[in-house]
């Protein structure tokens, strides 16, 4: 069918974001080309050189016209993340590790998901939904089936066809033991001693051997879903941090809530559940078809006289394993047809119970403060009745499912007897016949009913399958908005001559199009310590946003340097989990300094009531006051010496003192970086060159002042001779 529902609500906007890679917090950046390490900022350290020297100098470069994000050293080179990572990890979890690092090149490639086309008009509600199912599963397949494709993992094929020839075996192992049940019930019902015990000798190796390939079975399985997890986390978890996408979701419409449950649960039973179907249909169907000829060759036909009329079934046997599992998994597929959808509804109340406990955690000592508990408990207790309601939906169609599953588990064994009774009686069936006649049906009715035993479980599945597809679509949504034209987006580029950085005709939107900052020129030159002022609201952190690359939305250019690192530190900065070395080093690794320069960046941004706990892996994002984060957010500063520095409100959690002495710091150690603050304390424009104030006003907001704070010979404002013409 062309007409295809979106896998999730459309996002309101197609995004668009430039190429980088950015950590949480602050990030370091660079422009279209990897330069030598001999471009340095200014205030250089006597360390540089040596760092330089053990630093990999096969960066690849960027594209052009990006802006590329990342930590970098003091030599003005992005250090070699893969590398770095692989040195500061320890040697003890190698073999998990090894897993991840086998599938996760393969997995950055993939075949293009599929278009997506609006639904037909004509189309029902529901039609319109089933629709959009069979379309995320689609989008699903699409991703995951790379896993055996070109770009999958190398062992992919290996593994399953492995499997396979596992199972055959066992269905061998199955048929040889059907074949001793029947031996051996002839033999005591012939009472023969030595063929008794002969039969009970060979037993053993028999169950040890069906035994040892179920184990083999168990193996193979685990280790393809663990492979196959491994490969698709990572081809989800990299388009998800590239791009600033993981950002970009919070600000787009669309079905992606709870990115991380969806990664993290939904994907694992995303992929654990289709190679135990494939297992157990596999091993039905083998199963099925070989037990299918021992009932045809045992039970043979049966002849039935009613009122002088004779009817003869032919394979009777067959004929009543087929039509009783026919019976079965109908009345499975018609109660739990609600199944899927009660286990989607369950999975997202789950995500969001999650969510809310999260949050608590997180914000403890707010909530601590403020005495809101009572509150607290409140939404708690309302997340937690949606998971309890979506539970007891569950629960009716658990015990509406195992009325048919627990009914057929006790009537399938006692059928085969009861219908070989007659024949017994009679004298044309040995006890050992119907011994293995009743082993062989039970085979046959576990394989044609294994829908009934796993219809909730693929219930869940699909569920679970189409919350990941959902997110998956909502990342394809952001991806086409990078390359396609029909949403406005900012353009990225090179600065011409000496400027630093520039904001050409830039309007910064809303996803819907509404701007926040219209039609901004401003040229900051190098060196230049420009203030960036406003009322709340008036779109301050959103231009700094759209300055790093994480706001693609609106039109006008922005223009970086081409030979200079920029460094972002937002109001309320980033700490990782693990030591207080790698917080203080991030987006960079851990040893990418040494911990001695780790302690004196400390010192100097004071806490050096720190520096002895370097390497203690503490809850740093809960030890740590605002203030101290900020100061922290400093010393990484320090340690990257950018070109560029932006300040989103990074001092707003110090004191008037502390800020000052921050300030003062910041110019000593980085006197040629080039500074863009935004802040609302009047007390840092002793620390500026230059003001410009954001008024906010119908249509976006508008530069409207454009002060000198320290007059600059030569320098013409740019702002101020475009100004007169705007107010015009």
């Not at 340095?40 to 990006?66: I, L, Q, Y």
């Not at 278009?115 to 199912?133: G, I, L």
């Not at 044609?448 to 997110?471: H, K, Q």
């Not at 609106?554 to 970086?560: P, Q």
Request: hydrophobic share 40%.
């Amino acid at each position: 069918m062309a007409n295809v529902k979106s896998a999730t609500k459309k996002p309101a906007v197609k995004a668009r974001s430039h190429a980088q890679s950015s950590g949480r917090g602050s990030a370091t950046s660079k422009s279209t080309e990897a330069k030598s390490s001999e471009t340095k900022s200014s205030n250089p350290r006597p360390s540089d050189a040596k760092r330089s020297e053990t630093k990999p100098s096969g960066a690849k470069a960027p594209d052009k016209n990006a802006v590329r994000f990342g930590p970098a050293t003091k030599s003005g080179k992005p250090p070699d993340k893969t590398s770095s990572r692989k040195d500061s990890k320890k040697s003890g979890d190698k073999s998990a590790k090894g897993t991840v690092a086998d599938v996760a090149e393969s997995a950055k490639i993939e075949p293009p998901p599929p278009e997506v086309a609006e639904p037909d008009e004509a189309m029902s509600p529901e039609e319109a939904e089933q629709a959009r199912k069979r379309y995320l599963l689609k989008r699903f397949w699409v991703t995951a089936r790379g896993f055996w494709g070109k770009s999958g993992d190398r062992i992919a094929w290996i593994a399953s066809i492995g499997l396979l020839l596992l199972i055959i075996l066992h269905v061998v192992a199955q048929y040889g033991i059907n074949v001793w049940n029947r031996n051996i019930f002839d033999a005591i019902e012939k009472r023969d001693s030595t063929t008794v015990l002969w039969l009970s000798a060979v037993f053993f190796p028999l169950a040890f051997t069906s035994v040892a390939l179920s184990v083999a079975q168990v193996y193979a399985r685990m280790g393809i879903q663990r492979r196959w997890r491994a490969w698709l986390t990572d081809n989800v978890v990299s388009r998800w941090l590239s791009h600033g996408r993981y950002y970009q979701l919070n600000l787009v419409a669309g079905d992606h809530k709870n990115p991380e449950y969806r990664i993290a649960e939904d994907l694992r039973i995303a992929t654990d559940a289709p190679v135990d179907f494939m297992a157990g249909v596999t091993s039905a169907l083998l199963s099925a078809a070989t037990f299918i000829a021992v009932l045809w060759t045992i039970g043979g036909a049966l002849t039935v006289s009613y009122g002088g009329t004779t009817l003869t079934i032919p394979g009777f046997l067959v004929v009543a394993a087929i039509a009783y599992a026919a019976v079965a998994s109908s009345a499975i597929a018609v109660i739990g047809r609600r199944f899927a959808a009660i286990s989607e509804g369950r999975n997202q109340a789950e995500a969001e119970y999650r969510y809310v406990l999260t949050r608590v955690r997180e914000n403890g000592e707010s909530i601590a403060l403020l005495g809101g508990e009572d509150e607290e408990r409140e939404g708690i207790d309302k997340s937690l009745r949606k998971v309890l309601k979506q539970w007891a939906l569950l629960c009716g169609q658990h015990m509406r499912t195992t009325i048919v599953s627990q009914g057929s588990s006790i009537v399938a064994p006692v059928v085969p007897v009861l219908l070989c009774a007659p024949k017994f009686l009679e004298g044309s069936m040995s006890l050992g016949q119907v011994m293995q006649a009743a082993s062989a049906f039970t085979i046959v009715q576990s394989a044609f009913g294994w829908l009934v035993d796993n219809y909730p479980r693929l219930a869940d599945w699909n569920a679970c399958a189409r919350r990941i597809a959902s997110l998956m679509m909502s990342i394809d949504e952001l991806e086409r908005a990078e390359t396609g034209d029909d949403i406005g987006r900012i353009s990225r580029g090179e600065t011409a001559g000496d400027a630093m950085l520039s904001l050409n005709d830039l309007t910064v939107t809303l996803g819907d199009g509404t701007a926040v900052v219209d039609q901004t020129e401003v040229q900051i030159e190098p060196g230049e310590r420009l203030l960036v002022a406003g009322d709340s609201g008036s779109g301050k952190s959103t231009l700094v946003r759209a300055i790093s690359g994480l706001w693609p939305w609106g039109s006008g250019r922005i223009d970086i340097h081409p030979d200079r690192r920029l460094f972002m530190l937002p109001q309320r900065p980033y700490v990782p989990s693990g030591t207080l070395r790698r917080a203080t080093a991030y987006p960079g690794a851990a040893d990418d300094w040494t911990a001695e320069e780790i302690k004196e960046v400390l010192d100097k941004v004071g806490l050096v009531h720190l520096k002895d706990k370097i390497e203690d892996e503490t809850p740093w994002h809960q030890t740590l006051s605002g203030g101290e984060k900020q100061r922290l957010a400093f010393a990484r500063l320090f340690l990257h010496n950018p070109d560029i520095i932006v300040l989103d409100e990074a001092t707003s959690a110090l004191d008037a003192k502390s800020q000052d002495k921050m300030m003062e710091l910041v110019i000593k150690e980085l006197p040629g970086a080039t500074l863009v603050s935004v802040a609302h304390r009047a007390e840092l424009e002793a620390f500026h060159s230059r003001k410009i104030v954001l008024e906010r006003r119908k249509g976006g907001a508008k530069l409207v002042r454009d002060i000198d704070l320290v007059p600059r010979k030569g320098k013409g404002r740019l702002l101020g001779r475009w100004l007169p013409r705007r107010r015009a």
